[in-house]
């Protein structure tokens, strides 16, 4: 007796719309059907026995976990080589660490300070799949399918979302000149940010109130008010600095991490606490609500 032909072999004879056979036979489409008909019905009128029987074995094995392979994509649908889907997937991975840490570092603000890394892994991997790499037809042709094959162009709306919602933070007023570092007054400011923030905590620990007693914030005012003024005059000197190199675009704004951080201890220190403190030379609160009213 001869051996039956093996699956394999049964799949070279299948009609072009399997597809369509197997969700059939699984269960999918069922509510597709004639009222009254059924799946092995429908089959039968369609397929001649050795092509139920061949339906059969692979609606098994993609029951068992098994694959359509090769008929898993039709031949004339080309796919990306193997170096382009690689710089494809690394831009993926890296846009999926950046947006996490811009989500997470959205209040308080500390997108500048804490994101920057991955913003430059970013721009990186952008500038990987851009250029062509020694201008062959290959990296070329990579190009062309990453970022200009269809209309959404989902990767070039990606980078320029990243850029976009950076330099809106005016980030560069942050960092170095080559943006590989947060730079020297920034991290003296926001040291002595949360020096002035652990000073309100430290004075309101030490001075708890009963909930029937009214609250008088005075020695929090008192003892944290030369830190307040140091961070008042820095962040007077920053704005300076930054009208002279006008490095920002657009505006001359500081950025977010420290408009958002003086914007905090205005809130705590004027509102919160009542103090009479010294006045930053800073507009970005009004500013906010004119553009929310």
Partial sequence: ???????????????PWLPLGLLLWSGLALSALPFGSSPHRVFHDLLSEQQLLEVEDLSLSLLQGGGLGPLSLPPDLPDLDPECRELLLD????SAELTGCL???????????????LFQQVVSKMDNISRAAGNTSESQSCARSLLMADRMQIVVILSEFFNTTWQEANCANCLTNNSEELSNSTVYFLNLFNHTLTCFEHNLQGNAHSLLQTKNYSEVCKNCREAYKTLSSLYSEMQKMNELENKAEPGTHLCIDVEDAVSTLLLMSLFQFSCSVPSFSYEYPVEAMKKSQ
């Fill in 91 to 94: 831009f993926a991975n890296s």
């Fill in 1 to 15: 007796m001869e051996p039956g032909p093996t699956a394999a072999q049964r799949r070279c004879s299948l009609p």
């Fill in 103 to 117: 989500v997470r570092s959205a209040r308080p603000v500390r997108l500048c300070q804490t994101c920057y890394p």
